[in-house]
């Protein structure tokens, strides 16, 4: 079946150490999204690509860098995770294109110690 | 500004006890609306879009209905297993293409 994989499922770093998340898709869509999501709160959208297009939201801190190698992989890179980091981070595609589904993976708990 | 609000914040119901999740919206510009459903510590499950006031979609015992200014999420005779959070979600034509607004959900409960 065509998905969304995000690996690891759980992610455990210490403050300040460098981390970085990874997503991977099946379905061949041209945007991948990465959000970040914290206990009862709304998914709060980092970046995305268009391809190779990178687009970084405002509010996104320089602490959160991202790289897509290629159509089928992208990874989020914390560089110096506080403990304000501590979230779930969500991968999502989809197909550009008006009013597109995004599908999104299982996720990435990080707990920063 | 684009926005979306979701209402009630919690949903307790008893198996077989239907009800309705609403989810208001202002947009500029309607470029779908989105229902997911989300379990605890996975990511969000798509279920709905809709892309016109008057359209329905239904899938097993959830009926998701649009008007200009608000959506709802009707479930007829829930089970347990039903039990999740469910987000609302709007693509606006107002800012960049494919963006996603998302309200903050519903955590429904559905007791046996």
């Known amino acids: 079946d065509a998905m969304v994989i995000q690996n690891p499922r759980y992610q455990v770093t210490q403050f300040g150490k460098p981390v970085t998340l990874s997503c991977s898709q099946t379905l061949n869509h041209n945007v991948m999204y990465w959000y970040q999501q914290k206990s009862s709160q709304a998914p709060k959208l980092l970046f995305h690509?268009?391809?190779?297009?990178?687009?970084n939201e405002a509010d996104t801190p320089d602490n959160f860098q991202s790289r897509r190698p290629n159509t089928s992989f992208c990874f989020l890179d914390i560089r110096s995770p506080g403990l304000g980091d501590a979230a779930m981070y969500l991968c999502?595609?989809?197909?550009?294109?008006?009013?597109?589904?995004?599908?999104f993976g299982p996720g990435t708990r990080l707990l920063v110690l | 500004e684009d926005q979306v609000t979701q209402s009630p914040e919690a949903l307790r119901l008893q198996e077989g006890e239907s009800s309705s999740l609403n989810c208001s919206y202002t947009v500029s510009g309607l470029r779908g609306l989105f229902w997911y459903r989300q379990d605890p510590g996975k990511g969000p499950e798509f279920l709905f879009t809709?892309?016109?006031a008057g359209e329905e979609k239904e899938k097993e015992r959830l009926k998701a209905t649009l008007t200009k200014k608000e959506s709802f999420l009707h479930i007829t005779a829930p089970k347990p297993e039903d039990s999740a959070t469910y987000l609302c979600a709007l693509g606006s034509g107002g800012s960049t293409l494919g963006r996603l607004y998302f309200g903050r959900g519903t955590q429904l409960t559905v007791w046996p």
């Open positions: 690509y268009y391809d190779k297009d990178f687009n």
């Open positions: 999502a595609t989809s197909k550009e294109e008006p009013g597109g589904t995004q599908y």
């Open positions: 809709l892309y016109s």
